[in-house]
């Protein structure tokens, strides 16, 4: 049987292939960084914007080329089943309306353990355009539709109403994580012991996440715990723990907790991320000498955005080239894409705000 990605192809009338060929590839690739960037800490959101831009005029290229598009975008998803392919793939599907092709491109995703794109592509779309699939997905007995279900209405904050209270409870465990978050950020009181019998359960991402969503319905006192292990802990959800941790206060608690994590080096940058989630700017002068700690140079940086938003537009203030902090800092970060911040730089920058405005 010929593979999708060995037939060939001849584009329609008007339709350039090479250029079909070239949408496709920089739609993957584009959204793929946005996504990776939507991950760092904090989020630039003006960069994440403009590549959102670029993506959206490479999809009215895949728009106009319709099926044309499908030998190009399956070529690629087999030769590279990564996020950015899968979500061309769904993107494609849904916006054809093509339910096999989006079959085709869910159990792929299955197979490859990867299904942030199509979560991407989702997301991408209107609610409108996708309510009737996540309504089914919602009530499927198939946990990977279930989670693409959640993970939408999570994309579009949408109340799936009774049914997230099965949701909530669900036997996949990514599947009840994601819900859980659902239901606090929909600020769903009404699943309030959901979310408490959730804490007893055996999944660390069950357990995080309803910590949080009780965070979000003002009910902590069953949380606190439970979130700043979490956020001690590290891993991929560690700095939503974390700013739960902080939000769920009391403030004098939270600094005490802090302070115990910094007598250790392994937990040192997370209550320097910490101490920046207090809105507290008066400890800038403090953070600037953890700008000069590689150890927890990266966390000082974070804290810093956090602290003074604004301060990203200054973009003196800081440097890809850990040399530039030190030999120290270039041999920890030699092998990792890091943005410090220049101690220096923004020391400097401080006593700029510390001036009177000249009338």
């Given at each position: 049987?010929t593979?999708?990605?060995t037939?060939?192809?001849?584009p329609p009338?008007r ?17 793929a960084?946005r996504?990776t960037l939507?991950l760092e800490d904090?989020?630039d959101?003006?960069v994440?914007?403009e ?9 009215d290229?895949?728009r106009?080329a319709?099926?044309?598009a499908?030998?190009f975008?399956d070529?690629l998803l087999e ?5 950015g392919?899968?979500?061309?793939s769904?993107?494609m599907?849904?916006e ?15 197979q490859?353990?990867?299904?942030q ?5 989702l997301?991408?779309?209107?609610p409108?355009?996708?309510g009737k699939l ?6 499927a007995?198939?946990?990977l539709l ?8 999570v994309?579009?904050d949408?109340?799936p109403?009774?049914l997230?209270g099965?949701?909530v409870?669900d036997?996949d465990?990514d ?5 859980l978050?659902?239901?606090g950020r ?6 309030a012991?959901?979310?408490k019998a959730?804490?007893?359960a055996q999944d ?11 965070v979000e319905?003002?009910?902590?006192d069953?949380?606190r715990?439970?979130?700043?292990k ?6 991929l959800d ?10 769920a206060?009391p ?5 005490a ?6 007598k250790?080096?392994d937990?040192?940058p997370v ?5 920046g989630?207090?809105?507290d ?13 590689p150890?927890?140079?990266v966390a000082a940086?974070g ?8 301060a990203r537009?200054?973009t003196k203030?800081?440097t890809?080239d850990?040399s ?5 800092a270039?041999?920890?970060f030699?092998?990792?894409?890091v943005?410090?911040?220049?101690p220096?730089k923004v020391?400097?920058w401080?006593?700029g705000?510390d ?5």
């Amino acid at each position: 049987m010929t593979s999708l990605a060995t037939r060939t192809f001849t584009p329609p009338h008007r339709i350039s292939a090479e250029v079909v060929r070239q949408h496709v590839e920089q739609t993957a690739f584009l959204w793929a960084q946005r996504d990776t960037l939507s991950l760092e800490d904090p989020v630039d959101q003006g960069v994440i914007a403009e590549i959102g831009q670029r993506v959206e005029i490479n999809l009215d290229g895949l728009r106009i080329a319709g099926a044309a598009a499908w030998p190009f975008a399956d070529r690629l998803l087999e030769d590279f089943p990564e996020k950015g392919e899968f979500f061309v793939s769904g993107w494609m599907a849904i916006e054809q309306a093509d339910a096999k092709r989006l079959e085709t491109s869910i159990e792929a995703a299955r197979q490859a353990e990867e299904r942030q794109g199509l979560v991407g592509a989702l997301a991408w779309h209107k609610p409108q355009k996708i309510g009737k699939l996540v309504r089914d997905w919602l009530g499927a007995h198939d946990a990977l539709l279930r989670y693409l279900g959640v993970a939408a209405c999570v994309a579009h904050d949408v109340d799936p109403k009774q049914l997230l209270g099965r949701l909530v409870r669900d036997p996949d465990a990514d599947t009840r994580a994601l819900s859980l978050r659902l239901a606090g950020r929909l600020k769903r009181t009404d699943l309030a012991q959901e979310m408490k019998a959730a804490m007893q359960a055996q999944d660390d991402a069950v357990r995080l996440w309803a910590g949080w969503a009780l965070v979000e319905i003002s009910s902590a006192d069953l949380a606190r715990a439970e979130l700043r292990k979490a956020a001690a802990a590290g891993g991929l959800d560690a700095l939503a723990a974390l700013r739960a941790a902080v939000k769920a206060g009391p403030e004098k608690e939270v600094r005490a907790w802090l302070g115990g994590l910094m007598k250790s080096s392994d937990t040192a940058p997370v209550a320097v991320r910490g101490i920046g989630m207090l809105g507290d700017r008066s400890v800038l002068p403090w953070l600037i000498e953890r700008m000069r700690e590689p150890n927890v140079a990266v966390a000082a940086r974070g804290a810093f955005l956090d602290l003074y938003p604004e301060a990203r537009e200054e973009t003196k203030l800081f440097t890809s080239d850990p040399s530039e902090l030190g030999p120290v800092a270039a041999k920890r970060f030699e092998d990792r894409v890091v943005r410090l911040a220049l101690p220096d730089k923004v020391d400097a920058w401080r006593e700029g705000l510390d001036q009177p405005a000249r009338g």
